[in-house]
Structures are given as C-alpha cells and as structure tokens.
Nanobody, 115 residues
Framework: DVQLVESGGGSVQAGGSLRLACTAS????????MSWYRQAPGNECELVSS???????YYADSLKGRFTFSRDNAKDTVYVQMNTLTSEDTALYYC??????????WGQGTQVTVS
C-alpha cells in the first residue's frame, strides 16, 4: 500500500524556519513526481511545489526565495526547507503523488503554525 508520512511541522515565531519531510513507501519512489500542498484555515488547498527526478517542476511564485524543495531518492523522502516564515504560511502541509491511473495519494499532513 502507498503510504506518505509527513513530519517536521510545529509552532515557530515569525521569521523562523522549519524543515518538513515526507517519507514514502509502497511504490517505486524514483519513478514518481512528488508534490507539496498546503491548506490554511478557510482557504482552498494550494499546490506549493512539484518535484520530478530532474528537479523542481513547479514552485509557487509567492514562495520563491524562502522555500527550498528537494528529494532524496535513496531515502524515499522529499523535503521542504521553509525560511523567513510568516503568519501567512500557517497551514496544514501535505505531500502527495499520482499513480499511473492518475489516482492521487495523500499523506496525513503536518501542521505549521507561525505566530
């Protein structure tokens, strides 16, 4: 079974940093694009970034310069390094992947709260 497990969320003060990780299992990791989404209270779910094996294929413009995305295929893990956090970054952060049938799998999410 496909599993995506996010970690690294927490509460930080504005200007602080967090590093989120998403570890995958149940599929061949280096054959899949991986994505990060976030959903803030009262807002729609927002695509933050997508990564292929070649690198970042999508990156929300509002995050450029503050968020860095990477993947480690040896660890079946994708990361997002978040710097200079603001209250607008408060959200539940999810990783996701599509299978060959375009079915999307989600992790359970990790909460980021910036005060």
């Amino acid at each position: 079974d496909v599993q995506l497990v996010e970690s690294g969320g927490g509460s930080v003060q504005a200007g602080g940093s967090l590093r989120l990780a998403c570890t995958a299992s149940g599929f061949t990791f280096d054959e899949r694009d991986m994505s990060w989404y976030r959903q803030a209270p009262g807002n729609e779910c927002e695509l933050v970034s997508s990564l292929s094996n070649e690198g970042v294929i999508y990156y929300a413009d509002s995050l450029k310069g503050r968020f860095t995305f990477s993947r480690d295929n040896a660890k079946d893990t994708v990361y997002v390094q978040m710097n200079t956090l603001t209250s607008e970054d408060t959200a539940l952060y999810y990783c996701a992947t599509l299978d060959a049938a375009a079915f999307i799998y989600w992790g359970q999410g990790t909460q980021v709260t910036v005060s």
